[in-house]
């Protein structure tokens, strides 16, 4: 070890430490508490900052690798905090070395280099394939984009029974439900059919709409969302969940009020927001 490799062995801080670190686990620790992750339902992946990550982890020190099964050369080199398979929500918070992982994508695109946790000898979610082929996308469309997130919300997954699962419409009835909707997701909300989850397609197809929306949900199974920042996509989930109770809420009762197009429009002209003006009917 060379003066400079010892120096900064000597100043590494502890990583249960660190502002990341702790963000991650207190926005697991709301999730659960909001009933969107129901025992391992749900993930999270957040891209760190290999400077910064380096105050906490000898990068050069891997303690073992793990196949991805897909190839994701844009993220060669990048390190993500990510939750482990099977790992409850519930307990990120009290243990997270157990129920989380820092993973390096190796220099074949396609090999996890595990640099922290998932002490008990597990691995990372099973649906890697969604959440890295989704940072690809968004990196494309958003450098600045940091986070992708997984989750069951209840109403959201209501809606999803007794609503078409079409895009325009699914989006509309979702802007209708609370006058902000349409400022936070002016893009709308991706909408996949039920597919076979944790596979490569699902994160294909998940990828693919990523690269239009921060919000997707997968048919009678949840919603991806994504975003700069964990608040920044919890307040994305957050808002459609709101949305969605409120029309769960509502549904079948005589609709005496609504928001009309024309004030959905005006809100985005209000705002400065560009809103998928083919999802109005103007
Ligand atoms: P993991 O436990 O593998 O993260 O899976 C949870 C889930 O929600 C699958 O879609
Ligand atoms: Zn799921």
Request: aromatic share 10%; glycine share 8%; charged share 25%.
């Amino acid at each position: 070890m060379g003066f400079k490799e010892s120096m900064k062995s000597l100043t590494r801080k502890n990583i249960l430490t660190a502002p990341f670190m702790k963000e991650f686990c207190a926005t697991a620790s709301n999730m659960y508490r909001l009933g969107w992750d129901e025992r391992n339902g749900g993930n999270i992946s957040l891209l760190l900052d290999n400077t910064e990550l380096e105050e906490y982890l000898d990068l050069n020190h891997v303690e073992r690798t793990i196949p991805t099964g897909f190839k994701a050369d844009a993220l060669i080199g990048k390190c993500f905090l990510i939750t482990g398979t099977g790992k409850y929500f519930k307990n990120v918070e009290k243990d997270p070395e157990n129920n989380l992982g820092v993973i390096r994508i190796a220099q074949d695109g396609e090999t996890a280099e595990l640099l922290w946790g998932y002490s008990d000898g597990g691995k990372f979610t099973s649906e890697l394939p969604a959440h890295l082929m989704s940072h690809m996308a968004r990196l494309s469309v958003d450098p600045d984009n940091r986070v992708v997130m997984h989750c069951h919300p209840t109403y959201t997954l209501a809606m999803n029974f007794v609503h078409e699962l079409d895009e325009k419409k699914f989006t509309h009835t979702l802007w209708e439900m609370c006058t902000e909707c349409i400022v936070v997701f002016p893009e709308g909300v991706g909408v996949l059919p039920w597919m076979l989850c944790g596979t490569n397609s699902i994160g294909e197809a998940t990828a693919a709409k990523m690269k239009e929306f921060r919000l997707v949900v997968w048919g009678m199974h949840g919603i991806y969302g994504a975003g700069k920042t964990l608040d920044e996509t919890f307040g994305l989930i957050e808002t459609v969940e709101k949305a969605a109770q409120i029309y769960i809420l509502t549904m079948g009762k005589p609709r005496i009020n609504t928001i009309k197009d024309e004030e959905l429009a005006q809100l985005a002209e209000f705002f400065k927001v560009n809103c998928r003006k083919d999802f109005l009917n103007l």
